[in-house]
Structures are given as structure tokens and as C-alpha cells.
């Protein structure tokens, strides 16, 4: 190449390189930092380009290493954490930088991993931090890992006894559009390429030597299909001994954000809510969180019962604090992930009885459960299957009296109170073929070994043929699982729960059935010297609308304890599958809020 082709070059790149933001007049950077202050370059891991003297320089030794130890200081006061394929792209510019500032810059590279212990500590120790990225819009995890810095830069950073956002300057390097359409990114520059003649452009534009004229090809308007890519969070899976105390944080937090005249429905509810320790349950946990506070900004619950091949998201839980950035998103991904790798899954259910936090999508909020409805929708979720449910609950159950009559009708059918995994055969027969899917786990986890004085099935037979013609769960506060249903340990005292009644079809006198079932539980729960007996997971769809009317029948204290309707789904195992391969071509229309969700 002849001098005058450089000349032109380095022409062409200083007339190009383009300031789109700088809302908070951060540049030149010298006049923001002083000599002692140190600077933070974070820069993407990427092939070098051909051009690059870098890249002919990494060709001819791929063996090469930094010149300095892991975090240790290089030369001209720069910071480098390993020798990385791809490193030495950007160790000149933070060797140009040094020099210009003729002070300290720190430099590491981030990757897929996301925001690492060792980022955060650099971005607290910094006085200013510079984000590259390359195709951000393509290599997701960098605008997830920008976001996070961002995020960190505008709550963190005190001097002087005041608080206010640390300087950040987002530089892409390759495409202009990673962040143009992102006001949140305040300070925002853009090279074009990563050439040694770009990045050498783009020191004396940080540093005041250069004033840059150029502009963003194109025009962009509101009116442009111009989408922000989703945020990929790095989600890891739960650690008790670590997360417990962060997540029960995390709910309080939740359970205030509650008007004060509601109660919230994460009442009673602690982070040992969601752990079965079950062997029937295989469960997994995730959560996104702050590796230095250790807080959580994120929490998911799955479940796996092999027994049906049933996959459950049980809850994905954000904080408040930290919504609208996909985290939900994220999390989603990884339970969705994880269950499709467990060996005969049929199908994926939203919510489960057992946790029975929510029993589906919250709808305090009619608007919100619609919202909430339709992110799920968005994601692949089979939604012509939901159906409202609500809880009841009876208080004072010592002075409650048995109907005379409801017993005189009940002459022809025997009911036995069923403890002990013997008779797990028959009950699932009748249950796998009279009720709905996401029931047996609930009936295999009554009668284990581990709670036979604490909680069973009370069978209901038809006396001229022994057939077992209804079922339904039965519980108290006492039981090893009880944690698990929060509404029992509300009170303080002794409660009993009744769960999932199943009928069926060939019985007749449905009605009757089920309230006689009803009783006997309540019965049986006052000999357990309860206080309250809870009524879970009551349908409210119209094929079950006299529900409540039949209730007050055996008692007229059932209070409502969640008046609203819950949905609940289910999604086949395989069609979820094209369903997430769908979901990549329609994700301009992918909700990225994401408040509590869980269902069932």
C-alpha cells in the first residue's frame, strides 16, 4: 500500500467516526478525569479482521501471549486478564489510550459468561468506563453485558458523600445500530470497523484531538422497524447454602410492592416454599444475581415428574428493581432448556398445585393477567387450554357441623381416608383417566411413605361394585411438604388442606359426589384438631360454575381467599419445540416486561 492509500485512509476513517449521543458532555475524557483517576476499557472477544496489523500479527504467531500476567499490570499502565484467542484485537487501543492520558487504564475482555466477580470489582475501582461492542444486535451477549454495566455505572457510584452515575462511553466498533435506537446509553460513538486506523481514530476523538463529523448512514425514524435485540443474562443454576437468604429478600420485596388492602399472594411464602425435596420430583432452580451483593434479580422453579413426563415451570420471580430487561426472558430460556433434556418429556406445564404459590397467572390486575397471558403466548404457550381457578378457606372449624342431609344421600358410597404408597395403583387409574393432566403428581406426593399420619387420599366407592367413582387430597400444616402450600402456615395454628377432588364420569350425581368428598376432608381435618381448613385450586370456569353454591351447601363459611381467576395451560413437548423455533421469527413482537409470573 503506498503512503498516499494511508493518508487516504486514515482520512476516510477521522471524516467517519460519528458521536450519535452524548447527553452528559462526557467528552474529550481528559477533561473528566484527572492523571490519578483510572480508566476502564471492556472490550469483546472477536476475530481479528484481516486488514488489522493485529490480525496479520496474530496469523503469522497464534501462539503469542499478553505480555502481562492475568490482571496484572502491562506496560504503559495497561490491565489485561489472559492471553484469549482474540485478545490482542483491542490491546493497542488500550495502549494508545495510556499513552494519550499519560495515566492509568485498566483493560479486560468479557465474554459470553456475562458480568463476571472480576468486572464488577474493576468498574467499582474505575473513575470512568469505556464499553466496546461488535454486532451487538447479532452477538447478544454483548448488549446484555453493556445493559448490565450501564446499570451498574448509574446506581453504584458515590463521591463525595453524593451520588451520581459513573461516566460510561459505549463505542461500537462494527455496526452503528447496537445501541442507536437506546436513549438510556447517554454517551454513544460509533467507528465503524476495528481497524488499527479506526480505534487510533477513535482516541483522539475520546481524548479531544479530533472533532468528529460524522453521521449515521441512513436515516432512522420511529416509523423503521429498528428492534432492540433481547438482553442475555448469565443465569446459574440454585445454590441453596448461597441463594436462600437473597431470595427470601427477593419475595419480601415482591410481597410490598401489594396495595395495602390486598393481601399479596406471596403470603406466607419463603424460599423453602419452593424446594419439594421429593423423590419423585426431579427439581431445578435458576437464578440471575449479583455475584459481589449476592442479591437476586431473578429466580425460576422447575420440576420434572417422570412419573408423566411433565416438565413445570413452577414461578419465575423478578425484582422489582430490575425489570424490563429480558431477565425473565432469560430465565425462561434456560428452564426450557433444562426440561427438554430430561428423558421422556411429553409435555410442559406452566405452574403446578405443589408449590401452590399461585395457582396460575395473577390477576389481581385484569390488564396485567392479560399481559402476562399474552408474554406467555409470545414465547409458545398454549393458551386454549387455561381455564380460572380460585382458593377457599373455612376459619373456626371447631364449631363447624356436618350436614344431616348430605349424609342421608350419600348411603349408597363407602369412603375410606387411603395413606401409604400401596394404594397408589388403583388411585391412579382413576385419576389418570377421570381428571385433567398435572393431578397424579399431587396424589403420588399424599401418599408417600414420609407422610402417612399427616396427610392421604379419601377414596370414595360405589357400594354394589367397590369402583373408586371420586377422589380427593387431603393435608395438614404438619406434613413435610406443608411448606409448599403457604395458605397453611398463614395463621400460626394448625390448617388443613383439601386439594384436587377428582370425579368420575361414570359416578352420576356429580354435585352430591363432590360435596361428600368435600366433607369427609373437613371431617377428617377436625380430627387433626385444625383450625382452618383451605380449599385449593376451586375451578371457576363455566362447565363448574355452581361450584361455590355446592360448597355453601356443606358449609356457609367458605371465604374467598383469592377472588381472582388464575389460567393455566399446557404445552406438548414437541410442538414447544417448533414453537421456539417460531418464536425467533417473530421476536419483534416478544414483550420484554416481565413482573411475577408463575402458573399451573
Not at 443474562?233 to 440454585?238: F, G, P, R
Not at 387411603?418 to 399431587?442: A, F, L
Request: proline residues 5%; contains cysteine; positive net charge.
Amino acid at each position: 500500500m503506498q503512503p498516499s492509500h494511508s493518508s487516504l485512509s486514515t482520512q476516510a476513517y477521522q471524516s467517519s467516526i460519528t458521536v450519535v449521543r452524548d447527553k452528559d458532555r462526557l467528552l474529550p475524557l481528559s477533561n473528566l478525569l484527572d492523571e490519578e483517576e483510572e480508566l476502564l476499557i471492556l472490550s469483546p472477544l472477536v476475530k481479528p479482521l484481516p486488514a488489522s496489523a493485529a490480525g496479520r500479527g496474530l496469523a503469522a504467531n497464534p501462539s503469542v501471549e499478553s505480555p502481562g500476567a492475568p490482571g496484572g499490570p502491562m506496560a504503559n499502565g495497561t490491565v489485561s486478564p489472559s492471553g484469549m484467542s482474540g485478545e490482542s484485537i483491542f490491546k493497542e487501543l488500550g495502549r494508545s489510550i495510556a499513552r494519550q492520558r499519560n495515566g492509568r487504564v485498566l483493560h479486560t475482555s468479557y465474554t459470553a459468561n456475562g458480568l463476571r466477580p472480576v468486572h464488577e470489582n474493576l468498574i467499582h475501582r474505575a473513575s470512568a468506563v469505556v464499553v466496546l461492542t461488535a454486532d451487538a444486535n447479532r452477538n447478544l451477549y454483548q448488549h446484555g453485558f453493556t445493559k448490565h454495566v450501564a446499570m451498574i455505572c448509574k446506581s453504584l457510584f458515590v463521591q463525595d458523600g453524593q451520588k451520581r452515575e459513573k461516566p460510561l462511553v459505549v463505542v461500537a466498533v462494527s455496526s452503528p445500530y447496537d445501541f442507536a435506537m437506546d436513549p438510556s446509553i447517554g454517551t454513544y460513538v460509533c467507528t465503524y470497523d476495528f481497524t488499527e486506523t479506526a480505534l487510533q481514530a477513535l482516541v483522539e476523538v475520546l481524548f479531544g484531538n479530533l472533532t468528529p463529523t460524522g453521521s449515521l448512514p441512513g436515516t432512522i425514524n420511529q416509523s423503521q422497524k429498528v428492534h432492540q435485540s433481547k438482553q442475555h443474562w448469565l443465569v446459574e443454576s440454585w445454590n441453596e447454602k448461597r441463594d436462600a437468604d437473597a431470595l427470601d429478600t427477593l419475595i419480601q420485596s415482591l410481597r410490598q410492592e401489594c396495595p395495602v388492602n390486598q393481601q399479596s399472594e406471596l403470603a406466607g411464602c419463603s424460599s423453602s416454599t419452593y424446594l419439594l425435596r421429593n423423590t419423585l420430583v426431579d427439581e431445578a432452580h435458576y437464578v440471575v444475581r449479583n455475584s459481589s451483593t449476592r442479591a437476586l434479580y431473578g429466580f425460576c422453579a422447575t420440576y420434572y415428574f417422570a412419573s408423566t413426563g411433565t416438565g413445570v415451570i413452577g414461578a419465575i420471580l423478578v425484582s422489582p428493581e430490575r425489570r424490563k430487561l429480558s431477565i425473565g426472558h432469560s430465565l425462561h430460556n434456560r428452564a426450557i432448556k433444562n426440561l427438554q433434556s430430561q428423558s421422556g418429556l411429553k409435555r410442559f406445564q406452566l405452574g403446578s398445585r405443589l408449590p401452590s404459590v399461585f395457582l396460575g397467572i395473577p390477576s389481581n390486575s385484569n390488564l396485567e393477567r392479560k399481559r402476562l397471558r399474552q408474554w406467555f403466548v409470545n414465547l409458545g404457550w398454549n393458551s386454549t387450554m387455561s381455564r380460572p381457578v380460585c382458593s377457599m378457606v373455612i376459619r373456626g372449624l371447631s364449631t363447624w357441623i356436618s350436614p344431616v342431609d348430605l349424609s342421608q344421600s350419600l348411603e349408597d358410597i363407602g369412603f375410606n381416608l387411603e395413606q401409604g404408597p400401596e394404594h397408589m395403583d388403583v388411585i391412579k387409574d382413576h385419576v389418570q383417566t377421570s381428571s385433567r393432566q398435572g393431578i397424579t403428581e399431587t396424589y403420588a406426593l399424599a401418599l408417600s411413605l414420609a407422610d402417612q399420619k399427616t396427610c392421604g387420599v379419601i377414596r370414595a366407592r360405589r357400594s354394589k361394585d367397590n369402583a373408586t367413582v371420586g377422589t380427593v387430597v387431603v393435608c395438614t400444616s404438619e406434613c413435610h411438604w406443608a411448606d409448599a402450600i403457604p395458605a397453611l402456615k398463614e395463621s400460626g395454628h394448625i390448617s388443613a388442606g383439601i386439594s384436587s377432588p377428582v370425579i368420575s364420569p361414570s359416578a352420576g350425581g356429580y354435585s352430591t359426589l363432590l360435596q361428600g368428598l368435600i366433607m369427609l376432608g373437613i371431617r377428617w381435618a377436625k380430627t387433626q384438631q385444625a383450625e382452618a381448613v383451605v380449599l385449593n385450586h376451586v375451578s371457576s370456569s363455566p362447565r363448574y360454575g355452581k361450584t361455590r353454591y355446592l360448597l355453601t351447601s356443606v358449609s356457609d363459611r367458605w371465604r374467598w381467599k383469592s377472588r381472582q381467576p388464575h389460567g393455566y395451560g399446557f404445552q406438548s413437548a414437541t410442538q414447544f419445540r417448533g414453537s421456539v423455533v417460531r418464536r425467533e421469527r417473530v421476536k419483534s413482537r416478544i414483550m420484554t416486561q416481565l413482573w411475577m409470573i408463575t402458573g399451573c
